[in-house]
């Protein structure tokens, strides 16, 4: 049997398709991350424009579901099918199986397996370590979907313990400063505590109510994260020369207009480029992102020994130039509801 | 090299000067010598390293990456130094990264053509062995461009001056000018391992006296005082014109030598000597000589090289009223009245078309003086100076107890009073809720439907009581029209009651005035924004 006729057919094109509400499986009836309320969906990571609530039957890794209960409610999907990574489901003759990416605690990548065609729906990933979540596996296939938030080769990630090193020598420099560093609550904010715990930094981290309750789960899934405090009810005096994280909406609550000249910190992989940088108005910008930068995105493609990339989200061009000077069919899938960094 | 361009990534980012200042003086504290002076330099923009140009650096970013990806990339950042930084392909080097020395020597040798035609090999070779944040820092410091993210130099010498307990900012800035990169010996000063420089017989930065702005009340009874001297308060720019040693530099307010800006001025005299004056630029038109507005006087300093045509149509003049050294004597402990008969000497012995001296007023009439000031050319107010006193700049060891600016009082020009309309505030980042830091203000013009709004100025909100500036937040929060980050529009209906110094023309702006200093006063309630000032009558104040 030649490999290349059996492809001829079942080609992924004409069994997964961009439909209004997001990626669809045709044969196996189900989307993967829809921004839409649908009857089934296989989610790949918790953050909202992913995962959103009312599906009837969701199909994702145990975290996630528990993720998605914290933050919609138990009943925020009719159903929940959890699916350890390495498992697989039979799904009307379509193999699903869920592999790690790297991207928050429980993030998966989505391999289809279809007519002698397999498929990797990446979601959102990073090949960096991250003690918060279990680290991205290559997973072999015909055709790769990738993001492209970080899809420009200026995309240079720093690696995180010298960035988290940066946050260490401010606070020596400025030892009675608050260093308020802005950041989502599922996942950035876990990982940069647990980054600081990592460089040997023991004292209490202060929490903004937001992080509390992802955090407690993150620590029910034995990621330690050590001593967190409230920061609502801590004093100025208690938060001077302190950590704080807190989301980028909080800056006009009452704890923080209590602080005298906070240092406001923020990372991202955005916080490479030095204009936006200065728009954040973060005196510490650090470039610590949940997404692959450049050379990892360019490094997987070629790890997944895909001939076709497909790419889904942020800057599409760039990738997709490229993959056509490797020899790849690249291609760029227009999925709306995307935010540009969901961090 | 990473000390060093973390530390210019920060200031970049880091708005307050007490910051700033904590950050240069931590690095200079951590960084040994040469390279912490070689650092200073740059951060003064004392040195340049320039060493090749923008197109060299693209041509060897072009040998090591795909054109399409190049452009992509430049199109997003913008910026060839940091596009180069960033795509520079990571390689597998065990040179550690340049430090500054390293550049320094490399320095001279680009003068011969040899090794320009090596300079490309050796740049990427240094490229090969940064990380991102060093490499552009590198390309900014190949090229001339500046790394002083904004830093005043003053800024910069106090956090040298920080390393001490003893030394102070004024000291360091005395002695600044007298001394070269490295600074070896200003280090070896600050840290208690040796002596002062010598700054004998060099030309170098003395401590401005300062004064304080008062009232008529008190201006009349100084004036009534014989102890007190009355003079003309000069616009234009505070410098310090200092021979030492046959050489002449003009120094800034904040001790930065302006030397190279005004060519005219730096002739020698007969003697040397160190005047206190006010810089003015002056426009030869064909009708004669008028005096420059503030904008020409800016654009002269910023100066970049200097034409025939520049020093022939944009002349400066030195109008001088102190004397602090004549012919190696150090004057400034002298009273102001022997200071100014010293002064009147030299005034008559040097005939220079620049230089001329500030007159002393009869006290008797400084109540008609003050109310013709709008008459005078460049005379922005009147300065009362006790002519027993010494010359005390911003040394405290000179200040003898007392508080700075007691000594020279000033009293300026009656400020013009008008309304106008807020159209722009921009919030302090992080700031509590009613924290403005800046106000856009504008005048009412007649469009063709009607009366429309044009900016003229910005103005800090302080001034306003806390009330008004809760009243503006309420009102911003529901009469925004656009939001550009921090900055919102809003629609007409905030009236503010402010002043200034005078009008200036500019033609630079759109509304073609310019408002020297202006304050806020208060918020008008009521007054409907149709009734602001119009445009037209600013302009008119224009003298």
């Known amino acids: ?292 930068d450049w050379p990892d995105l360019i490094r997987t493609i070629h790890d997944t020994g895909a001939e076709e990339v497909w790419v889904t989200h942020g800057r599409e061009d760039a990738l997709v130039y490229y993959c056509q000077t490797q020899g790849l069919r690249g291609r760029a899938l227009a999925l709306i509801g995307r935010e540009e960094e969901p961090e | 090299m990473k000390a060093f361009s973390t530390l210019i990534d ?47 650096i693209r041509a060897l970013v072009e040998e090591r990456t795909d054109a399409a990806l190049l452009d992509m990339s430049l199109d997003y950042v913008g910026d060839l130094a940091e596009t180069v930084s960033l795509l520079w392909p990571a390689s597998k080097t065990n040179r550690a990264a340049p430090i500054l020395s390293e550049l320094v020597e490399a320095l001279p040798q680009q003068a011969s053509r040899r090794s320009k035609a090596d300079f490309p090999a050796t740049l990427a070779g240094w490229l090969d062995a940064c990380e991102p944040s060093e490499r552009f820092t590198l390309l900014r410091l190949m090229t001339g461009g500046s790394v002083r993210a904004g830093v005043p130099t003053s800024r910069v010498k106090a956090a040298a001056a920080a390393l001490s307990a003893t030394v102070g900012t004024a000291a360091v800035e005395e002695v600044w000018h007298a001394l070269t990169p490295p600074y070896g010996d200003l280090f070896d000063w600050i840290e208690g391992l040796g002596l002062r420089p010598d700054t004998k017989g060099k030309p170098v930065f003395h401590p401005f006296m300062l004064g304080t702005e008062v009232g008529p009340e008190t201006a009349l009874n100084r004036a009534a005082d014989s102890d007190w001297l009355v003079e003309y308060l000069w616009s234009g720019a505070r410098v310090q014109w200092v021979q030492a040693g046959g050489v002449v530099r003009v120094f800034s307010r904040d001790g930065d030598d302006l030397s190279a800006a005004f060519p005219e001025l730096t002739r020698p005299l007969p003697v040397d000597a160190v005047f206190d004056g006010q810089l003015t630029v002056h426009l030869r038109t064909e009708a004669g000589t008028e005096l420059g507005t503030g904008e020409d006087l800016e654009r002269r300093m910023r100066r970049k090289t200097m034409t025939p045509a520049v020093l022939r149509d944009r002349p400066a003049r030195l109008k001088v009223f102190d004397i602090l050294a004549a012919d190696r004597e150090d004057l400034r402990n002298l009273p102001l009245r022997d200071r100014r008969e010293r002064l009147a000497e030299m005034a008559g012995i040097v005939e220079e078309q620049w230089l001329s001296l500030s007159p002393l007023l009869n006290p008797a009439s400084v109540r008609e003086l003050h109310q013709g000031l709008a008459g005078s050319i460049g005379a922005k107010g009147l300065i009362f100076k006790r002519g027993d006193r010494p010359y005390g700049g911003a040394d405290p060891a000179r200040q003898e107890g007392m508080k700075p600016g007691d000594d020279w009082l000033k009293w300026p020009r009656a400020a013009l009073r008008f309304s106008a309309v807020l159209l722009y505030v921009q919030r302090v980042a992080g700031g509590s809720r009613a924290d403005f830091s800046e106000f856009t203000l504008g005048a009412v013009t007649e469009d063709l439907d009607g009366p429309a709004l044009v900016p003229i100025g910005k103005v800090s909100p302080a001034g306003l009581a806390t009330e008004d500036l809760a009243h503006i937040n309420a009102f911003a929060k529901e009469h925004t029209r656009e939001r550009f980050g921090p900055v919102r529009s809003l629609e007409a209906g905030i009236v503010l009651d402010v002043c200034c110094e005078r009008v200036e023309r500019s033609a630079r702006r759109k509304s073609g005035l310019r408002l020297i200093t202006p304050r806020l006063l208060g918020l008008h309630q009521d007054v409907p924004w149709q009734q602001a000032v119009t445009l037209q009558s600013l302009l008119n104040l224009i003298a």
């Open chain 2, 10 to 56: 920060r200031l970049t980012v880091t708005p307050a000067p007490q910051h700033q200042i904590a950050l240069i003086s931590d690095y200079l504290r951590q960084t040994p010598d040469p390279e912490r002076g070689y650092a200073l330099a740059l951060l003064t923009g004392e040195m340049s390293l320039r060493m090749t140009r923008p197109a060299v």
């Open chain 1, 1 to 292: 049997m030649t490999p290349r006729l059996r492809r001829l057919e079942n080609h992924p094109d004409q069994w997964l398709q961009v439909r209004p509400a997001g990626l669809y499986c045709v044969p196996g009836d189900f989307y993967i991350d829809p921004h839409r309320k649908v009857d089934r969906a296989v989610i790949t990571h918790g953050h909202a424009d992913h995962a959103r609530a009312g599906h009837g039957h969701v199909l994702t890794s145990p975290e996630t579901a528990a993720i998605m209960r914290v933050r919609y409610g138990k009943n925020c999907a009719g159903t929940f099918q959890e699916l350890s990574s390495g498992a697989w489901v039979d799904h009307f003759g379509v193999r699903v199986g869920l592999v790690p990416a790297g991207h928050v605690l429980g993030s998966c990548q989505i391999v289809l397996e279809f007519g002698g065609w397999r498929v990797v729906a990446s979601g959102d990933y990073k090949r960096a370590s991250d003690p918060t979540s279990a680290d991205f596996e290559v997973a072999p296939c015909d055709v790769f979907i990738t993001e492209a938030t970080f899809g420009l080769p200026v995309f240079v990630h720093e690696r995180a313990e010298d960035e988290i090193a940066k946050l260490l020598a401010s606070l020596q420099t400025f030892p009675n400063r608050t260093h308020v560093m802005a950041a989502y609550s599922l996942g950035k904010a876990q990982r940069l505590i647990a980054e600081l715990r990592a460089a040997g930094y023991d004292m209490p981290i202060y929490l903004h109510k937001a992080h509390q309750r992802l955090c407690e789960l993150y620590e029910e899934f034995g990621v330690p994260l050590g001593p967190l405090r409230r920061v609502e009810s801590a004093t100025a005096t208690a938060l001077k020369g302190g950590v704080v994280l807190a989301p980028p909406s909080a800056s006009r609550e009452g704890w923080a207009e209590a602080l005298t000249e906070p240092l406001n910190c923020a990372a991202s992989g955005w916080m490479r480029i030095r204009k936006r940088a200065q728009q954040s108005r973060a005196e510490l910008p650090l470039v610590i992102s949940d997404h692959a």
